[in-house]
């Protein structure tokens, strides 16, 4: 919900995750050039020379592929990769062992390892931990009994399978909102800009009588909010339907409502005598300490850290308590 800014420091995490990746594999581990290749072979074999020269060019363009910005994707798609429409795309056909070709795509670049292993360190180096579409959730779910990082394709594995691994492409997302954002449509959040003025598109707004209610009644369910947006009205209403976050955000009233608790008490005479006595045992700086006391990361730049940190963000922001 909150974008991250491309400079030079994302670009080289980019190159660093294409430099790098698989690089720690097992001996009988198939690297997706590999897989690639072999894949590229049987399609020879079968005669299915159009999807053959589709495997080939992403060979032929793989570690330029990983490192492609979010803005360059339809251009290089057109440039080298329109040769295969969409329903030939889906097609099964002689050579991908049963699959369809963009599944024997995406399994010979090996998406899963990649998504298991690969990209969650560079995801955790941005503080990217949570979903960036609904920031209620983290971005894992469990797979044997282990935690797996989850992530979303911004344009959709089917249409576009030569970018299932693209660093620009892969998503942290919760099930909740992978779910509702199918394989099969793209929506318009996009999570990289390199417009800092377009880094926060959102915001979380409570409605002044659910205020008024609550402090008449003490009752947090009244504590509603909406998403809002400074520039993107429309987007910021189209986004909240279409996460469904309406649903969502009214199971967490009583987290706004600790926030509301805050604010009455937090006064900055209240706040200055907090940081003079913890400041003896705690070396805080003031980062740290608005962080200890608000009980979330205050930085807009650390949203995607924890699960609803913009709504307590905003509400905080919101009622004066900074």
């Known amino acids: 919900m909150r974008r991250i800014l491309i400079n030079e420091d994302i670009i080289k995490l980019a190159e660093e995750y294409a430099e790098h990746l698989f690089e720690n594999r097992t001996k009988n581990f198939k690297t997706p050039c590999e897989s690639l290749i072999q894949l590229s072979e049987d399609l020879k074999k079968n005669k299915q020379l159009s999807y053959e020269r589709y495997v080939n060019k992403i060979i032929l363009f793989f ?13 290089y798609s057109n440039k080298h990769f ?4 969409k329903d ?3 097609a099964k056909v002689p050579g ?40 209620a959730s983290y971005a894992v779910a469990t797979d044997d ?20 691994i693209s660093f620009f492409n892969l998503y942290p997302a919760c099930m909740h909102c992978n779910q509702i954002k199918s394989d ?16 926060d598109p959102f915001k979380f707004s409570i409605d002044d009588k659910g205020i008024i209610k609550y402090l008449l009644s003490n009752d947090f369910e009244l504590l509603k909010v909406n998403l809002k947006s400074d520039t993107l009205t429309k987007e910021a209403e189209e986004h909240f339907n279409f996460f469904h976050l309406g649903g969502l955000y009214s199971q967490f009233s009583d987290e706004i409502e600790e926030i509301v608790w805050k ?14 006595a913890y400041n003896k045992n705690f070396p805080f700086n003031i980062h740290a300490f608005k962080r200890f006391y608000l009980g979330f990361y205050p930085d807009a ?21 900074e």
């Open 88 to 90: 030939e795309l889906l």
């Open 184 to 199: 099969s449509r793209t929506y318009k959040f996009c999570l990289y800009t390199e417009e800092p003025n377009e880094l």
């Open 63 to 75: 570690p330029h592929i990983l490192t492609l910005k979010y803005d360059e994707f339809i251009a």
């Open 301 to 321: 730049k650390d949203v995607h850290k924890r699960p609803l940190t913009l709504l307590k963000q905003s509400i905080a922001k919101e009622m004066g308590l």
């Open 145 to 164: 009994r282990k935690a797996t990082f989850q992530v979303d394709h911004w344009l959709p594995k089917s249409e576009y399978p030569f970018l299932c």
């Open 263 to 276: 604010a009455k008490i937090y006064n900055e005479s209240y706040r200055n005598q907090l940081l003079a």
């Open 96 to 135: 991908c062992k049963g699959k369809s070709f963009y599944e024997a795509v995406v399994n010979a670049m090996r998406y899963n390892e990649v998504q298991k292993t690969e990209i969650r360190p560079y995801m955790k180096r941005m503080g990217l931990n949570t979903c960036v579409y609904c920031n």
């Open 82 to 85: 329109s040769n295969l429409t």
